[in-house]
């Protein structure tokens, strides 16, 4: 598309930074792999996956594989108490490996509010919002959906069957696996050691875990063992009401009922066209997905190479003023779809595209606080008192098989190790995902992000998600099994993974490593990593942006978020290309 004459200026203005990715940050090869691969956070759950495979699995059998793998050896997010998101892209098959009914599914098992849930449960008897309650302690926690998330996608998409795909984990949380000096850092938690049960397991009593040592987990392997034998334990039997019993001791609102009641819901993904490429994405109760597509929608109608180079000023300007307006209508409409109609139609609508395109200022920043909605496409947003803000303790991995099925699976325990509680006996860390609802209005969670109403607290519902699992097609084809954790930052990285693959030609590796920014309207200030170019940046704040580097104040915070786990698919050779994000050291992308 031909770049409108009011940005000609901004070509040439804004591209004093305009040197490649590439020149700026090198980075490794894709791993490249000929039938199937797996990429994900920690090389033991990758392996998992590969082995899986291997023996004849095919893409969801894997994914299975790994989640259940997670939840050994990635303990601060992989979990069996959290709850997340699976994309599933069918190969075109008639053949006996046929996927499913050969369409895309969306299986939604994100926590759910226990029945006793209130929308003022986390305030004081003045109305104040109490510091941590959702974030920390048994009242923290949700419903949990992950076994039953995996279990439900084993049952109607795997071919190995349950007890076949869990052995990787069980022997993993038998036998043990060796820390990393990077991984064991996180197990140093202050939550974690709140809790007599967590602090014995993840820090021997204090005696912390050291890079080298064998870490084992006998009561995790024993519940692993149960739920392998008999998945319907974990709602149903002497599982559940153990799960039940320790919640309602710590004063937590689970119930044996709760558990009973809880159900995986398949849903309709969501799907757009962007510059020739199909994208299938995360509908409600993931804000992810539409967003992403009315982010894409606003930057369809720019030339960005031609503004300047991947992470150039010109292309983050335009970038970052598209994530500005998405995420306003992010705060004032979505919610969880089994409790309110939503406007996802009239939000991704090209012409209400159109219509805040011509709101960006060709060179400057828009201030959040001067932004007007385009008049006559949406209904009006519910009113706040003011500002109100999901975690970066998330994971995602992404598969897919010999066949060339697809799956894109994005799950979390919210905050480091959740709510930091774990279940005597069961070597179960529990999620604190009850934070990701509005505590009240008009107060911030733990992440700044504008919530509405759409978003309170209320007996049953799904907590929004910024969960952003995405798949993405050009003329029928498989091209890009996308994903981070990162909170709503999630978002952002998809969004910027695309912009790179598709309009600056990075590969999959550059797209993972490279330098992440994210705006979410408010707070008003663009975020950018460490790594993040200083010289662009400056640029920046000189057109009106606030900048804040990550960990700018603290000399050793990395300063970085989210973990690309990403597959491209060459259209020339076939091959299958990973590109694991080198943020983190101890998971890798492998296949065969």
Do not use: C
């Amino acid at each position: 598309m031909a770049l409108p004459r009011r940005f000609a200026a901004l070509a040439t203005a804004l591209t004093v930074a305009g040197t490649t990715l590439a020149q700026q940050m090198p980075t490794p090869a894709p791993v490249r792999a000929k039938h199937a691969m797996v990429v994900t956070i920690q090389h033991n759950a990758t392996d998992a996956g590969v082995e899986i495979l291997q023996k004849g699995g095919n893409a969801v059998d894997a994914a299975v594989a790994v989640g259940f793998a997670l939840a050994v050896v990635f303990p601060q997010a992989g979990n069996i108490a959290g709850g997340g998101f699976m994309l599933i892209r069918p190969a075109h098959s008639s053949g006996p490996h046929k996927l499913g009914d050969g369409k895309p599914h969306f299986l939604d098992y994100r926590e759910k509010a226990p029945a006793a849930a209130s929308a003022t449960m986390y305030q004081d008897k003045d109305g104040n919002v109490i510091k941590g309650m959702s974030m920390v302690g048994y009242k923290a926690s949700g419903v949990p959906g992950t076994v039953a998330g995996l279990v439900y996608a084993e049952q109607h998409f795997g071919r190995l069957g349950l007890r076949a795909v869990m052995q990787p984990a069980i022997r993993l949380a038998r036998d043990g696996f060796q820390l990393t000096d990077e991984e064991v850092r996180t197990w140093q938690s202050k939550t974690l050691a709140q809790f007599p049960e967590s602090r014995r397991l993840f820090q021997r009593d204090g005696n912390f875990y050291r890079g080298g040592e064998t870490f084992k987990n006998p009561e995790l392997a024993a519940t692993l063992e149960r739920i392998a034998a008999d998945p319907a334990d974990f709602y149903h039997g002497k599982l559940a009401k153990q799960i039940a019993d320790a919640m309602q001791a710590g004063g937590g609102l689970i119930t044996a009922d709760d558990m009973a009641h809880y159900e995986v819901k398949e849903r309709t993904p969501l799907t757009t066209t962007y510059h020739g490429y199909d994208i299938i994405t995360a509908p409600p109760p993931s804000s992810g997905g539409i967003v992403l597509i009315e982010a894409l929608n606003i930057l369809d109608g720019y030339d960005l190479p031609k503004l300047g180079a991947d992470r150039s000023p010109a292309q983050v300007h335009l970038i970052t003023e598209a994530f500005r307006r998405a995420f306003m209508d992010r705060g004032d409409y979505l919610g969880d779809p089994d409790f309110m109609h939503m406007p996802l139609a009239e939000m991704a609508n090209p012409k209400y595209a159109a219509a805040w395109r011509k709101t960006i200022d060709p060179t400057n920043a828009t201030p959040s606080k001067d932004l007007v909605r385009p008049a006559g496409f949406m209904p009006p947003p519910p009113q706040l008192p003011g500002p109100v803000h999901e975690s970066p303790q998330t994971t995602h991995f992404s598969i897919v098989d010999a066949d060339g099925n697809a799956v894109s699976n994005t799950y979390t325990l919210n905050f480091l190790f959740g709510s930091g509680v774990t279940i005597p006996g069961t070597g179960i860390v529990m999620n604190d995902e009850m934070d990701d609802f509005a505590s009240k209005m008009g107060v911030p969670n733990g992440f700044g992000l504008i919530q509405g109403p759409a978003n309170a607290i209320a007996p049953n519902k799904r907590p929004l998600s910024a969960m952003t699992p995405t798949i993405v097609t050009k003329d029928g084809r498989l091209r890009y099994v996308l994903g981070s954790p990162g909170g709503p930052t999630i978002i952002t990285t998809v969004v910027n993974d695309l912009v790179s693959l598709i309009d600056n030609g990075l590969n999959i590796q550059q797209a993972a490593d490279a330098p992440r920014f994210h705006h979410q309207y408010l707070p008003d200030q663009l975020e950018v990593e460490k790594r993040f170019p200083v010289d662009v940046a400056d640029v920046l704040k000189q057109r009106g942006y606030t900048i804040k580097r990550s960990g700018e104040f603290d000399e050793h915070n990395p300063g970085v978020w989210g973990d690309n786990e990403l597959i491209a698919v060459d259209p020339a050779t076939g091959d299958l290309l990973g590109g694991h994000d080198t943020r983190r050291s101890f998971g890798k992308a492998a296949g065969y």
